[in-house]
């Protein structure tokens, strides 16, 4: 059992987030065997829906035949159902579109297979899905089904009492008093009876609509604070949610939240980003102290008010974003200082970065950065730069695919040689002025490889998923102990086992386009936000901020 544990946590070393607010949409870059390939997918609001799968070719050839199904991981690939085959566009040659339903709630996946001239290839694009709205029925439409159950009811209540009074006489015959009694009791017995169906039905139907309701998903809720004795940032996992959102009476929370796994080696990855301003940035990763407690050492950030994401896996593969709120003061620092209460160790991998308020182009803090804009290079604290390849003035669209490409520089202006940064050639995040919409992506897309894992492992399992899941509090301490091996490993060791497996985004595999870094999104909403841009350079991170208004 235990190397059973340890060697899924090895195998899920290399996760990547799938994490979000607001963002639903699913991308993938990448190859389905022969074939190169971008995905993109619009996973549905509610639960029965479809999702809307858009695959496009880097090749357009003839005889290309693309098909694609839902994976549940809950049940592998027994049951799957079969295939459904993606229409080639007609105006945008190498594209193919189909929907797909998705009939349960969890971690899913999409199947999707290429055959054509250079043979077939598959590839298994992880989606989440959850219910986070539910449909209003337009009031003519209801108007209309109820004057139509009003009509078949009284229409029922004529016929059934015809068929006890009037139906009973000889041709001729004339109704006697004891016709119309009995006419009249089947006549309103029958009206009861119908009544009565009626009433439960509508019984049923709300308590499908509350149960609904209870389990349409929102982002988990937590308690963020800072300790004034240590300087200490501690996370509270809110369990009365987790405990309302859990089906299953056996399943407490203790249990759902042991189930976790790393992400590129941490257990969680928690940003700071200050409200309203989004000009100050911390990138921390928390250590768990419980099943629902986690601790990051807080770096000395400005004091005011920050909204709080923190991506976290769970076993399942199922990705999500914990949000709060937190208030910084000037003094917890000033205290922090003056006391001996041990401080938690700093990760070597946090970082935070000062930049100008997004709706003010100078910087308002000491030392701050100037956020990037299209076409025109930013100097980043290394003395190197960053630029984003989008030409000035070419404007941005909500609902579309986009590829947000930057290139980095040396000091010297030449192509910089990037260094893995946990596992990663570059991360981003990208956040609406309103904190509405929030992401953790990477140059492979917005999709888990972590959960992309989990569903492949499940597939290869054909037994219940009770024989599949160790138990919960031998997977947590195995969890631990190998995130905290992964700490004492150097990090070239630490990088080559995190990138094992992954796609062709690593320095050495990318060549001459190292220092190059792409990054495949469909931007949700119109409005303004902030992309968010790290990698890391001479074993020092380096971070850089854009500015980007989506119409």
Known sequence: MKRFILCLALLFAACSSYAHVGSPGVTFEGN??????????????????????????????????????PVYWTVGSDGTPRADVAVPSESQPGRYDVKIWFMNMGTSSIDITIDGPKGRGTVLVPVMAISTAKRSMPASLGWGLLAMAVFLVLLMVTIISSSVGDSQLEAGEELTQHIRRRRFIGGTSALMILLLILWGGRSWWTAEAENYTRFL??????????????????MLIDTNQLNNMTRSKRMN???????????????????????GDLDVFAHLHPHRIDSVTFEAKMPDLPAGKYWVYADITRLSGFAETIVDTLEIKDHIFRTASLTNHASPAADPDDTYYIT?????????????????????????????????????????????????????LDPNGQPSKLEPYMGMI????????????????????????????????????HQPLDKYLPQPKEFADSIDRFVAHLSSMTE???????????????????????????????????????IWIQAKRNGTIINSAFDAEVK
């Open 356 to 408: 100008n308020p997004v709706n003010n182009n100078v910087p308002t803090r000491t030392g701050a950065a100037t956020c990037g804009m299209p076409g025109v290079a930013t100097k980043l604290s290394d003395g190197s730069t960053a630029i984003w390849m989008q030409k000035p003035g070419e404007q941005l669209r909500a609902n579309e695919l986009t590829q947000l490409n930057f290139e980095i």
């Open 32 to 69: 389905a065997g022969p074939y190169k390939v971008i995905i993109s997918i619009n996973p549905p609001d509610v639960i029965p829906g479809t999702a809307m799968v858009s695959v496009f070719l880097e090749e357009s050839a003839k005889g290309i035949t693309v098909n694609a199904k």
């Open 253 to 275: 929370v203790t249990r759902k939240m042991s189930y976790l796994i790393p992400d590129h080696g941490k257990l969680m990855h928690l940003f700071l980003i200050k409200a």
């Open 217 to 234: 998903y929102h982002p988990l809720q937590a308690k963020t604070t800072v300790d004034a004795g240590n300087g200490a940032l501690r």
């Open 492 to 530: 070239a060791d630490r990088n080559k086992l995190l990138m094992a497996g992954m796609p062709t985004m690593t320095p050495t595999e990318m060549g001459g386009m190292q220092h190059q870094i792409s990054f495949p999104y469909t931007f949700p909403q119109p409005g303004k936000y902030r």
């Open 426 to 461: 570059a991360h981003a995040v990208i956040l609406k002025d309103d904190g509405t919409v929030y992401i953790h992506l990477h140059p492979a897309g917005s999709y888990s490889m972590g959960s992309q894992k989990a569903l492949l492992d499940r597939i290869a399992f």
